[in-house]
């Protein structure tokens, strides 16, 4: 069973899968899949109506399973999350208020960032790991090892078009604890209910490492 507040959510796994659940009776069945693969670290986004109850279906019922509310971008959005059993939250962005937020939340948090100022400003409050977000169209490898030089002390979680081919060369930078993506959750074999096929994808996942190699 995984801790239930890590000290770092970048450290649980080379990948997080970004997961979008639309019906919450598929959620049970998909993190045992995912868990089962190697990736406990989960990311329910809350772009449907049935994430939070997916959050909280996982949390009562797959606790080898760690799972987190991804697109948070509201202090109520921030408790309600909490509230159904989250236990680390991301965000595409982030404001002051969020920010207050996610720190009152108790939980860890991903604050997500895109610019440089953006990395400074939360360096300022103490925020040390944060989401690259999006990851290839905000720069990619390119943009993070740029930062890796005057920012050394911040560490990311890129997100955002990234799939197995490139996840290697986001994990041999220094500042990257760990990478977002869904690849491992095609939406056929989702429709499909196909939980097998997912879990062998999470197991390739759960391998990566630089240079494309196991870990």
Request: charged share 15%.
């Amino acid at each position: 069973m995984v801790s239930s507040l890590p000290a770092s959510v970048l450290d649980l796994a080379p990948v997080i899968p970004v997961v979008v659940i639309e019906d919450a009776g598929d959620a049970v069945p998909l993190a045992r899949a995912l868990v089962a693969g190697g990736l406990p670290a989960i990311e329910v986004t809350l772009r449907t109506p049935a994430a939070l109850d997916a959050i909280r279906e996982i949390a009562g019922q797959v606790p080898q399973a760690l799972v987190g509310a991804g697109t948070v971008i509201s202090p109520g959005q921030v408790d309600e999350s909490v509230a159904a059993g989250a236990r680390f939250l991301v965000s595409p962005g982030w404001t002051d208020l969020l920010l207050d937020a996610m720190r009152a939340s108790g939980v860890p948090f991903l604050p997500g960032v895109s610019t440089t100022s953006e990395v400074v400003a939360l360096l300022e409050r103490g925020v040390r790991e944060m989401k690259f977000f999006p990851a290839e169209a905000a720069g990619g490898t390119a943009y993070l090892k740029s930062l890796a030089g005057p920012l050394p002390q911040a560490r990311f979680c890129p997100t955002g078009g990234i799939g197995p081919a490139s996840a290697p060369d986001y994990l041999a930078l220094p500042n990257v604890g760990c990478v977002g993506g869904s690849w491992m959750l095609p939406q056929d074999a989702v429709a499909a209910r196909d939980w097998g096929r997912v879990e062998a994808l999470a197991r390739a996942a759960a391998g990566l490492s630089a240079g494309g190699t196991c870990r």
